[in-house]
């Protein structure tokens, strides 16, 4: 569900949904740090009957042992073992609070963000390209640490209310049972409460929205991608326009749910104090001045206690509003980490070799009003070396997504070996390939790790300065002070080398020599290179290939020349197939680009 319709949600939760919610974090919680759960229940309880001991019992201990004549030396006595034990129980729990809990919380935090991150890497790809997608995503991340830190707090508060509230009530029934109707007057308060946490809820949402697009505007005026662009052109003042306009309407949604938070704060404040603890002050104060039913120890500690009991139920009430605020957000995470990828693998095993071979595939993007992909068939041999050409947005790169599974056939099948490629491991089967890609990214790592796209492991360095140097970039590796551990980008280092479009797509071929590959797939690799570059980075790509499958997508003609079979593709269809000279000698519409950019490179 999109922030934008935060509105049709159903905010009121059902208690069981309440309840379902908290105990999934909690469940979460424990096996993430198995024992941890139970530490915070025991430092919990410790602390409550500490505090309770102290601010009560020790109290009305004293006061009424003076009242009652008893001797100062064993009043002082009870209260000194009592301060040798608090000063044991405080430096015990300040130990867990500062070191203990937040070690073992990093752990939580990390295993939960491993969780969403690894559906999220899990999912296909046309998740990330909707709204609804990223919606939930950006959500499940920023709440995943949050909701389980929050979920664990409020049991811990609960608890610290549960005996707080148990302690001090058995404490004056035992005194004055007619106190005891003072104590639910903050009951009374709860269904401003669940109203007050509903309107948050909704403003927060939407902020969120709107937080989000800030964000975006905001990355873009200093993330490297857009750096060219943002100079070139009045992006700057868009974006800032854009900026402004997101802080405007959070300011609007602040004013529109600002006056209800406070009307309901305000309420529930005043029914707290003036009908709670003042009335419990005015009765005790009467029944010890007045009737003289109550001694001045227990007036006092009645006092105390009663104000006590009263934040201990609003506390408690508090507390409930915090699950179900909880239940309300962990319905996100909850929604993500359900849902079921839609591409899956399966078991079949991968035959040594075979040829992919597509059969009448079609494909369209949702939304779309036509198909990118129509009846499209082809074949790439084990050992051949295919090139798909035609013009952008014939729907080159969509079949690359189709061959890796990043997308599903609407129609067709696409099969290696004669298995349908459903039928094998998803990762098993995306191992078979190589790709370079039109639109990769260089990470902020090391040379080596981008090169291997893996943890380098020690072994790997020889194969590491034999992919450079395949690819064209040793030398240019070998000039860093560090060699192939130099980072790259500034993101994280001042001091990181940034390479440019060429020594990028050098950077991302380079990793076709890193491993071995049954079918190597290169999406418009040489986009940033010039012709000369081109012809020799395809030469040192044939002889890499000279023992495996090799896809190579283009809309420069002059690379298939070398290609054993050529596919042109236009509008989704397969328009020509065959070698270059079939096609040329076919003078269609290959031979009547090929000789276009043929005429352009002469020239």
Known sequence: MSINSVKNKKLKLPIRKII???????RLFHKASAGLLLCNIITTILDSLARFVSGTLI????????????????????????????LAITLSLAVYNQSYLPRQMKEVKKYFCNIVYEKAAAVELECYETPKYYDKFKKAVDECGVRVE???????ELLSCIIGLSANFTLIVVIDPVLFFFVVIPILAIPLQIKMNKVRYIKNMKIAEENRRKDYARR??????????????????????????????????????????????????????????????LYAVWQTFVRKGMMYGDCLVIVNSIDNINHAIADSANVFMKFQENALYIENLTEFLS???????????????GSIVLDQVSFRYEGASHDTLRNVSMRIGAKEKVAIVGHNGAGKSTLVKLLLRLYEP?????????????????????????????????????????VMMDSRKDDDTKIIHYALEKSGLKQKTDSFAKGIDTLLTREFDEDGKVF??????????????????????????????????????????????????????????????????????????????????????????????????AINYCE
């Open 20 to 26: 379902s919610n908290n105990l999934f974090i909690i």
């Open 59 to 86: 109290l009305r201990f004293a006061l009424n042992g003076i009242n009652k004549g008893q001797s100062f030396k064993s009043i002082v006595t009870v209260i000194l073992f009592w301060l040798a034990v608090q």
């Open 150 to 156: 929050g979920a664990s707090s409020a049991i811990k």
């Open 220 to 281: 873009v005026f200093y993330l490297a991608d857009y750096a060219k662009e943002m100079r070139l052109s009045e992006m700057p003042e868009l974006m800032l326009k854009r900026f402004t306009e997101s802080g405007i309407r959070i300011i609007k949604i602040i004013n529109e749910h600002g006056f209800s938070l406070a009307v309901c704060g305000y309420l529930i404040t005043e029914c707290n104090r003036i009908f709670a603890s003042l009335g419990a002050t």
């Open 339 to 353: 849902y079921e990828p839609t591409i899956k693998g399966g078991r079949a095993e991968l035959p040594d070799d």
């Open 410 to 450: 609407d129609a067709g099948k696409i099969t290696y070996g004669n298995i349908n490629i459903k039928e094998f491991p998803l990762s098993e089967y995306r191992k078979m390939f190589s790709t370079v890609l039109q639109d990769f990214h260089v990470f902020a790592l090391t040379v080596a790790e981008n």
């Open 500 to 597: 440019s479009g060429g020594e990028q797509q050098m950077l991302a071929i380079a990793h076709v020599y890193s491993k071995a590959n049954k079918f190597v797939i290169l999406d418009e690799p040489s986009s940033a290179l010039d012709p000369v570059a081109e012809n020799e980075m395809y030469i040192r790509m044939m002889e890499a290939c000279s023992d495996c499958g090799m896809i190579f997508i283009s809309h420069r003609l002059s690379s298939a020349v070398m290609a054993d079979r050529i596919y042109l593709i236009e509008n989704g269809e397969v328009a020509e197939c065959g070698t270059h000279q079939m096609l040329m000698e076919q003078d269609g519409k290959y031979a009547d680009m090929f000789r276009r950019q």
